[in-house]
């Protein structure tokens, strides 16, 4: 059986890994396309993401307890595209997989904390792929 330290660590690298890619799209939204409706959208979405994720009983301190950046095996793991951006399309497309991707494990493992959160998590998921749409 997992515990809750290996979940913790899990949901840390995905909560924070979900964050950064909602910044990249807020970001673009907000500098680049000056759309306040979706740059607001998009926040509200973080801001939902850090609620639900509180929902699973795991305070920052256990979370920043559980996150091991130094000896992380995947920390050099690096996919072929993954240093490269031909455009603004492809960094709005990546961090669209990773936001959902994330929001997918932390539903998954945070469903052996609270089902509540883990449904929350699904349902921002869902605004995500439907958000997704609007930046094509």
Known sequence: MTDK???ARIIDANFN?????????EDSVRFIQDNRELAKKLKDIRHGITDA???F????QELLDARDSESDVGRTL???LESQRANLNEIIASNFARIEESLRAIEEFGKLLDTESARKIKDLRYEIYTLEKYFK
Do not use: N, Q, S, Y
Request: hydrophobic letters at 30%; a positive charge.
């Open 5 to 7: 330290h290996e979940i």
């Open 17 to 25: 890994r979900a964050r950064e890619g909602i910044r990249v799209l």
């Open 53 to 55: 994720v509180k929902g």
């Open 57 to 60: 009983g795991l305070t920052r």
């Open 78 to 80: 690096e996919g072929e």
